[in-house]
């Protein structure tokens, strides 16, 4: 009974995830198409919440969902100059990069149906964050500081590229 | 397993994402929808990676850190490349991708 229950979490966000995607690149209008991504990625962290992943959700909601999608709509509010109705258009490349598209899908698919798993018996641990951390910082604990400091100096060298442009705007 | 759902779905589910994130990777005009369909093909990495997580290697969590480590890196890359976007539009009155050619020999 708890696998139809599963079964049926998984058909819903799904198809929240597939059909805000394709309305996240299909909508014309671009700020309606990141407010299609804000509900792409609450149900992907759907999709990790059906996996034992609890913090990832968490994780997801708050960066992604939260961070990242209001970061892209204040840079659509200060770059785009026209008219925002058709702010989202495709190019030549459209009917190529459908094709590609499709048959990467196509591909994997394939693949993905044909495969055999052997999967292990063993259950995700309940308290995943208390399992998780001490791996964390100790075993990987030089990719989390490296993960710190490229995230120190990338969002240092954003700043710096916005506010250097801005100066020699000024002075010309 | 106490699961009917096995790999393959998640796989699917992951390659459809990804396909569409490619697809409007490579056919959109504007930056930032460029941006936005970049963020859609690593979320589809990442439902792949913790669905081998839960399947395969529930104990070592090696997938939920390999996410992890995704989603800070992603976070990086997009705020860097709207400052750039930022940037260029100030220079450049277009925010058409194929415009943008000046270093093209």
Request: hydrophobic fraction near 60%; charge should be negative; charged fraction near 10%.
């Amino acid at each position: 009974m708890e696998n139809v229950y599963e079964l049926i979490a998984f058909i819903l966000l799904g198809g929240m995830v597939l059909g805000s995607a394709l309305l996240v690149v299909t909508l014309k209008n671009l700020v309606h198409s990141v407010l299609s991504l804000i509900v792409t990625f609450i149900a992907v962290a759907g999709i990790f919440l059906l996996l034992n992943a609890d913090f990832l959700a968490a994780v997801q909601v708050l960066v992604y969902a939260g961070g990242v999608c209001i970061m892209v709509v204040f840079a659509v509010m200060l770059v785009q100059r026209t008219d925002m109705e058709e702010s989202n258009p495709v190019n030549w490349r459209f009917g190529f990069a459908t094709l590609l598209g499709g048959g990467i899908f196509i591909l994997i698919g394939l693949f993905a149906a044909r495969s055999q798993w052997m999967l292990t018996g063993t259950e995700v641990p309940k308290d995943t964050v208390g399992t998780f951390a001490p791996i964390l910082l100790t075993e990987f604990v030089i990719p989390f500081e490296v993960a710190a400091i490229l995230l120190t100096v990338a969002l240092t060298g954003a700043l710096l590229l916005v506010k250097e442009v801005k100066a020699n705007g000024d002075g010309s | 397993m106490g699961t009917g759902l096995n790999p393959s779905y998640f796989i699917g589910l992951s390659a459809a994402l990804f396909a569409i994130g490619m697809y409007g990777a490579l056919s959109k005009k504007n930056i930032i929808s460029v941006l936005i369909s970049i963020e859609l093909m690593l979320c589809a990495v990442n439902i792949n990676l913790v669905a081998f997580n839960k399947f395969l290697t529930p104990d070592a969590f090696l997938g939920q850190i390999f996410a992890i480590f995704i989603i800070t890196v992603a976070a990086a890359e997009v705020g860097l490349g709207l400052a750039l976007i930022i940037a260029i539009s100030r220079r450049r009155e277009t925010n058409n991708l194929d415009d943008l050619d000046w270093l093209r020999w």
